[in-house]
C-alpha cells in the first residue's frame, strides 16, 4: 500500500511562531518522503538544538534529538552502522555554522552518503534573537542592542571547500523548489548539503518574508518589484562537475554565486561532484564484508544476554610488557 503524506506526519503540538520558515521546511520533508515513497521504518531523522531541533518531533519515521552542534556526529555514525537508512540531519545556522562548525568540516572530508539540512534565519531564535553566524555584519535586527559586529559565514563556500558533495540552497516558502531540492539531496550519492533561508518573524525584522519578495526591491527601469531570490538553472548555471578538468572552474564558479546577496539571491544546485568515493566505500575497500554485514546486522549477545565478542586477541595486541 502507498504511503501518503498524512503518513509521515504526528500528533505531536507544533509550537512554532506563526509564520515561521520551519513549517515551510517541515511540510517539504514530509512532501519528499512520501513522494520517494521512503518506508518510515527506513529512515531517520537526527537535529541539534534551538527551534529546528523539533523537527524529529513532528515526522512519523524514527527521530533522534541530539544536542547541541552535534547533530552531524549521531547522524553519520547511525549512517555508517546501517548504511540501509535514509538519513537527514537538521540544524539551525547557529547550530551547524556555530557550536558545530568543526563538525561541519569534518564530515565533508568523509563524505557519508545522507544530507543534512541547516534552517537559516539568521538569529538564534530559540534563545530570544542573538546574532547567529550568518547574520551579516553591521545588520542591526530588532533584537540586538547594537548593530552585528561579527562578520558572516557563507555555508556554501565553507561546505565547498569542507569537501561536501553536493551543495544546495532554497526558500522556505517556496515549498515546491524545496522539495525538489531535499528530493534531488537524498538521490545524490554521498554528503549532500541544502542551506534553506528562512524568514524568523519573531526576532528577524530584516530578512522578512516581505524583503524576500523583494516588495523594496524596485526595478528602476519599470517601477515593478523584484524578488531577491532567483534560481541557477534559469539562468544556464551548471554546478555538475562532468570530469576532473572541470573541478578548478567549478569551485571557483560556487564561490563567485555563493557571494551574490542583497538584490540577486541565487536558489538552485552549486555544486555536484559524483566522482568523490562515499566514505562507505572507502570502509567497504578496507573491510571487504562491511556492506553485507554492517555493524546493524552484527550479533553482540546470546540469548542469555552474554556477550558473543572475544576481544582477547585485542587486548593482547594492546599490552604493554613490563
Known amino acids: 500500500m502507498a504511503l501518503k503524506l498524512s503518513d509521515y506526519k504526528t500528533e505531536v503540538h507544533n509550537d512554532w511562531c506563526p ?21 518510515r521504518h527506513n529512515a531517520a531523522i537526527f537535529s541539534g538544538i534551538g527551534c529546528s531541533g523539533k523537527t524529529p518531533h513532528f515526522i512519523h519515521t ?3 534529538h541530539t544536542l547541541h552542534g552535534r547533530v552531524l ?20 545556522d547557529g547550530d551547524g555554522l556555530g557550536i558545530g562548525a568543526g563538525h561541519f568540516i569534518s564530515a565533508g572530508r568523509r563524505n557519508v552518503d545522507m544530507v543534512y539540512i541547516i534552517f537559516n534565519n539568521a538569529v538564534y531564535g530559540l534563545t530570544k534573537g542573538q546574532a547567529a553566524p550568518t547574520l551579516k555584519l553591521g545588520v542591526k535586527t530588532k533584537s540586538l542592542p547594537q548593530p552585528n559586529v561579527n562578520n558572516s559565514v557563507n555555508p556554501i563556500a565553507l561546505a565547498l571547500v569542507s569537501g561536501f558533495t553536493f551543495i ?10 524545496l522539495k525538489d ?33 523583494g516588495l ?47 538584490s540577486k539571491i541565487p536558489l538552485g544546485v552549486f555544486y555536484q561532484n559524483d566522482r568523490v568515493p562515499t566514505y562507505q566505500e572507502r570502509i567497504s ?38
Not at 19 to 39: E, H, Y
Not at 78 to 90: D, M, T
Request: include cysteine.
Open 19 to 39: 509564520g515561521c520558515g520551519d513549517f515551510g521546511i517541515l511540510s517539504a520533508i514530509q512532501m519528499t518522503l512520501a513522494d520517494l515513497q521512503i518506508p
Open 216 to 262: 523594496d526591491n524596485t526595478d528602476p527601469g519599470t517601477g515593478k518589484q523584484m524578488p531577491r531570490t532567483y534560481k541557477l538553472d534559469q539562468v544556464g548555471y551548471d554546478g555538475v562537475v562532468h570530469d576532473d578538468g572541470d573541478l578548478n572552474a567549478k569551485m571557483a564558479e560556487v564561490i563567485l554565486k555563493s557571494n551574490e546577496w542583497g
Open 73 to 92: 556526529p549521531f547522524a553519520q555514525g547511525a549512517k555508517l552502522c546501517n548504511p540501509q537508512l535514509e538519513i537527514l540531519a537538521v540544524g539551525g
Open 285 to 322: 575497500s578496507k573491510i571487504h564484508n562491511y556492506a553485507a554485514s554492517p555493524p546493524s546486522r552484527q550479533v553482540i549477545e546470546s540469548f542469555d544476554h552474554k556477550a558473543v565478542a572475544d576481544i582477547r586477541k585485542l587486548l593482547d595486541t594492546l599490552k604493554v610488557d613490563n
Open 62 to 64: 524514527y527521530g533522534i
Open 181 to 213: 531540492m531535499i528530493s534531488r539531496a537524498i538521490k545524490h550519492r554521498g554528503l549532500a548539503f541544502l542551506d534553506v533561508l528562512q524568514p524568523c518573524p519573531t526576532y528577524n525584522d530584516i530578512n522578512t518574508k516581505e524583503w524576500f519578495q
Open 168 to 177: 544546495g540552497r532554497s526558500y522556505s516558502y517556496d515549498i515546491k523548489h
